[in-house]
């Protein structure tokens, strides 16, 4: 029998993870499953497939976030009305009680469906993500004087291509951008923002191994899914961004990030290529985190004055997967910088840069 006090102990830990950043739902609910692992209740099938696996192993396969995100989905289903009415709504902040009794009766008849959801690699988009790259892709354009060409890898649904349509408001920091339908906002700290960079994006592009049909409502309710249910300012941002990605036709290649890097990511003569991602090298196992390193590595070396890239990314230290962190690399030079500390869903920026 394997030992479950790692997984525990993964659940305890983003339990307080979650109600740490205002998802008290979402924390209640974490620490009732961590209760009925402790007991050897029905919801300790669902982690089967991550027996043996040590705690670190678990938080980097988001294995509790696999969790939140299977329940809300059965959720907003349709096919668990008692389920729905326990959970937050727009008039309701949610009964975590409630909302376990109901998961209690329903785990042994939706486990199929539980344990499909749970088994397939987590896709988020989170576009208030976009605060924090936003800073990144000003500070190129305003380095380089030159217009972006601008390739995401493990675009989701590709909502963050978008970056330069939607609005953004920092508070006494300033803002950015036209009128949007998708209004951002996130705390500013630290010295002044690059706002007043003007930032022209003539190429887009992203790739992801398996991208989120946005035309899919299925698709589309799995992105919802993995917003916490109680955080619904997040869930509107959300439906907003598809709105304007739709109707843009937004592409997201289904491609290694690998061999898009090497196919697509060369430098070219009068423009910024801008290589970036948030949340998703961490999710890379080991091997393929170093052949991505290499790739864009090699394209770097290419690089010339006239025909810079850029490696922005939006992710956690190598040894402190509870932080999160905004880092360029720029070539020729092959300089890299930390730009600022940012919180994982964008609610503030650290601005760390002169």
């Known amino acids: 029998m394997a030992d479950t006090q790692p997984l525990i102990r993964a659940l305890e830990v983003q339990a307080e993870v979650c109600g740490g950043f ?16 402790k007991a ?26 696999r969790l939140l995100g299977a329940l809300h989905d059965l959720a907003l289903s349709g096919t668990a009305p008692g389920l729905a009415a326990a959970y937050p709504g727009d008039d309701r902040p949610g009964d975590v009680e409630r909302a376990w009794l109901e998961i209690d009766g329903l785990i042994d008849l ?22 924090c790259l936003l800073p990144g892709f000003l500070t190129i354009a305003r380095e380089t004087e030159l217009p972006l060409r601008c390739l995401e890898l493990g675009a989701s649904a590709g909502l963050n291509q978008l970056w330069d349509r939607y609005r953004y408001e920092f508070g006494a920091a300033g803002t950015w951008g036209a009128n949007s339908t998708v209004v951002l906002d996130t705390e500013w700290r630290g010295a002044a923002p690059p706002f007043d960079t003007k930032a022209s994006v003539i190429e887009r592009g992203a790739c992801d191994r398996k991208p989120v049909d946005i035309e899919d409502p299925i698709a589309r309710r799995r992105l919802e899914a993995y917003i916490w249910a109680d955080q619904r300012e997040r869930l509107a941002r959300l439906a907003a961004a598809i709105d304007v990605c739709r109707a843009a036709r937004v592409r997201v290649d289904a491609e290694d990030a690998v061999a898009w890097v090497r ?4 430098p070219r003569q009068g423009v910024a ?28 070396a290419k690089a010339r004055d006239n025909a810079p890239l ?3 990314r939006m992710e956690p230290p190598p040894d402190n997967l509870a932080a999160m962190e905004l880092r360029l690399t720029m070539w020729p030079s092959g300089e890299e910088r930390i730009l600022a500390n940012v919180h994982p869903h964008g609610a503030w920026v650290e601005w760390l840069a002169g």
Not at 40 to 51: I, S
Not at 114 to 130: G, I, K
Not at 283 to 300: D, E, F, N, R, T
């Open 22 to 37: 205002g998802s008290a739902f979402s924390a209640g609910l974490l620490q009732k499953a961590a209760t009925e692992v």
């Open 40 to 65: 050897g209740g029905p919801v300790g099938a669902l982690f089967a497939p991550w027996a043996g696996v040590g705690t670190r192993e678990l938080f980097a396969d988001a294995v509790p976030i």
């Open 110 to 131: 939706e486990a199929v469906g539980l344990a499909a959801f749970m088994n397939h690699e987590p896709q988020t988009n989170e576009v208030r993500r976009s605060c």
């Open 263 to 266: 196919r697509m990511g060369e």
């Open 273 to 300: 290529t801008v290589i970036f991602h948030s949340v998703f090298f961490q999710y890379l196992p080991a091997s393929s985190q170093g052949a991505l390193v290499g790739a864009i590595s090699a394209q770097g």
């Open 310 to 312: 850029a490696w922005l």
